[in-house]
């Protein structure tokens, strides 16, 4: 299944190269253009034949969070930085896999309950019994990301790793899949380094120039102990958004995204979370300021090797973006 092949791809923020080859194979037959840019983006185009066609960005992540090798002590015991918001607590005794194939445990120098989200009092443990042993296997500056195999669960839910945002990829895939002919001109960008600073995605709606923006991405969901004070739910729809930390959305745009599930019976929610953001805020703030919105699909352990999504909310993402690209935009 593709988005089993999609979460299983590495991609740490930064080394994109392996998912980004991935996705490229995938939407070859689909589109009339494809650019790999300099930072690694990779921008897929397919010419709208509309009157009054407008620009589209549409832009899915294909970066993970991940692990880059500070140093390896004397044990062989190797230290990392973050690339990306790791929950430090919840990644102890947690697989790790690095580019080269070396497996690691994630361990703590300190008892759980004293980590303090503080990754530097994080090792990994490949099982090596030196530096030099390690150092065979693993040097400074390598990168690793998370183990979780992906999973069929209850209720149309899967988990694994890389959900965020390898869900958003698999959406814009799909959507592409059931795009024949197209009333706008669509760029479908498979973004870079969005988990260190939405990198990918700053270049890349410099580089286009769009008249509306549109990311496709995770959000927090609320029904499970714990969860963020949101209302977002799994099950509950495609959650069309309307705010997060790093953008407000147009509200044209989010009034014509309900209107488009409501002519075409999708099932939706209204996303708003205070806190995080998506390519949105870097495509909103391109070019003197850009039309953003976003279509988001509510997720349980956001950032967690095992992710939770529903693959009927998935579905609506896609029936949505499909549907939405390919409507006349009114504003000048």
Request: aromatic share 8%; net charge negative; hydrophobic share 40%.
């Amino acid at each position: 299944m593709l988005l089993n092949q999609l979460t299983q791809a590495f991609g740490v923020s930064g080394y994109e190269r392996e998912i980004r080859e991935v996705i490229k194979e995938t939407v070859k037959n689909y589109v009339d253009e494809i650019t790999v840019d300099p930072l690694g983006n990779l921008i897929v185009f397919k010419k709208g034949n509309g009157e009054n066609k407008k620009k589209i960005m549409a832009a899915a992540h294909m970066d993970e969070i991940g692990f880059q090798v500070i140093k390896v002590d004397d044990k062989g015991l190797i230290k990392v930085r973050a690339l990306g918001g790791i929950p430090v607590p919840a990644t102890v005794m947690n697989r790790v896999q690095f580019r080269n194939g070396t497996i690691g445990i994630v361990s703590s120098t300190v008892k759980i309950e004293d980590i303090k989200n503080d990754i530097k009092k994080l090792y990994i443990d490949i099982g090596a019994q030196s530096k030099e042993e390690a150092l065979k296997y693993v040097k400074v500056g390598d990168v690793a990301c998370y183990v979780g195999e992906y999973l069929e669960l209850k209720d149309n839910n899967v988990t694994g790793k890389a959900l965020d945002d390898r869900i958003g990829c698999y959406i814009m895939i799909e959507a592409l899949k059931k795009i024949e002919q197209t009333y706008n001109d669509l760029y479908f960008v498979f973004t870079v380094q969005e988990e260190v600073g939405l990198r990918g995605a700053t270049v890349a709606a410099e580089r286009i120039n769009p008249d509306l923006g549109i990311a496709l991405d995770v959000t927090v969901a609320n029904d499970y102990p714990n969860a963020a004070e949101v209302s977002n739910t799994l099950g509950g729809g495609t959650a069309i958004k309307v705010s997060d930390g790093s953008v407000i959305c147009n509200e044209y745009l989010v009034e014509e995204m309900v209107k488009c599930c409501e002519e075409n019976n999708i099932k939706y929610q209204l996303d708003v979370i205070d806190g995080g953001g998506t390519d949105a805020g870097a495509i909103n703030r391109s070019n003197f300021g850009v039309r953003a919105a976003g279509i988001s699909v509510a997720t349980r352990y956001v950032h967690g090797p095992n992710c939770f999504v529903n693959m009927k909310d998935t579905e609506g993402s896609i029936e949505l973006l499909s549907k939405y690209v390919n409507r006349e935009f009114k504003f000048e």
